[in-house]
DNA sequence: CCGGTCACCTGAGTGC
DNA sequence: TGCACTCAGGTGACCG
């Protein structure tokens, strides 16, 4: 899943349903997908009150009560649901479930189950020093929703790559994946093999903007389910409204010249060769 | 510093 | 049906 929206949706409908909560329990079914200690992981949960669920970037972020936190990065099938205990390691597990957090209220008992069928996500628990040590190394660059055209113009004009690379750094801007790249630069009419360095205060100026109005939108509309994405509450529907990504060989929604696939980075890029300059 | 490639994993889709 | 192959929302390590 995950990029920007949805790590945001995913970390309100968690909000909702699991802050005030203590965590009890800890079971580890796929020992890897504990990025921080292992031997630490369950005493540093154990017996915190969730405080309260956010997100960093493409991290979901849960306070502790202990000034700590549990960081999660889904990556790309990493996914939370809500369930029963399952009793331990033996018991009836949600499938390719790789943790699961027993969480007690006043009356309540449930469970947060970790899912990931490609298990590329990572789980990391902190006591509030190793937190603020931990987002410091991270160094993850501005949320998008929350900067200014003439800081995003020196950000991004001042990096030698190309636009589409720059746009996915996380050190430079956090949040945006390949999806939300792809549809923002094209409703900007940008290529994405663009210099960054050759773009104008305008150019940027409407990038941020278009970036601004994708992602609002896909918030709003609970993400895109791709694949196996959805949030607690169920899938989301931005993908309905993809102009570009997922759509090469189909024509172009502004000019009807055919869309066309490419590469930046490794990563697949469909893109306007005619609208996107 | 930079770009390119691969590794990490599983599953879905495609073509033979 | 089966098999081989490609590709997928993300990062991080390595190489030239």
Redesign the pocket.
């Known amino acids: 899943?995950?990029?920007l929206p949805?790590a945001e949706t995913m970390a309100r409908d968690l909000n909702s349903r699991v802050a005030d909560q203590t965590i009890s329990e800890v079971l580890v079914s796929f020992d890897?997908i504990v990025a921080s200690d292992l031997s630490t992981f369950a005493p540093t949960l154990i017996g915190q009150k969730i405080e309260r669920v956010g997100r960093i970037?493409?991290w979901i972020k849960f306070d502790l009560s202990s000034g700590g936190a549990l960081l999660a990065?889904l990556?790309?099938?990493g996914q939370f649901v809500m369930g029963d205990w399952p009793g331990d390691l033996s018991g009836e597990w949600p499938?390719?479930t790789r943790a699961a957090f027993l969480l007690t209220g006043e009356n309540s008992r449930q469970t947060l189950f970790y899912r990931d069928?490609?298990?590329?996500g990572r789980l990391r628990a902190f006591s509030p020093d190793g937190l603020r040590d931990f987002l410091k190394e991270?160094g993850l660059g501005p949320d998008p929703l929350k900067l200014e055209p003439a800081d995003f113009h020196s950000i991004v004009s001042g990096?030698?790559?190309?636009l589409k690379?720059v746009l996915?750094d996380?050190g430079v801007i956090a949040g945006?994946?390949?999806?939300y790249v792809d549809e923002s630069l094209f409703a900007a009419a940008l290529s994405p093999f663009r210099l960054a360095t050759t773009l104008s205060p305008e150019e940027t100026s409407n990038l941020l903007t278009q970036i601004q109005r994708v992602l609002a939108k896909a918030i709003e509309l609970r993400?895109?389910?791709?694949?196996?994405?959805q949030g607690l509450e169920g899938p989301g529907s931005f993908q309905d409204h993809h102009l570009v990504?997922?759509k090469h060989g189909q024509n172009c929604p502004k000019c009807g010249e055919g869309l066309a696939?490419g590469?930046?980075?490794?990563?697949?890029t469909t893109y306007c060769p005619a609208c996107q300059k």
């Open positions: 899943m995950p990029e949805e890897k970037g493409k990065h990556k790309m099938t499938a390719h069928i490609r298990k590329f991270l990096k030698k790559a190309r690379q996915l996380q945006l994946g390949n999806i993400g895109s389910t791709v694949e196996n994405y990504y997922g696939k590469r930046v980075g490794g990563r697949g």
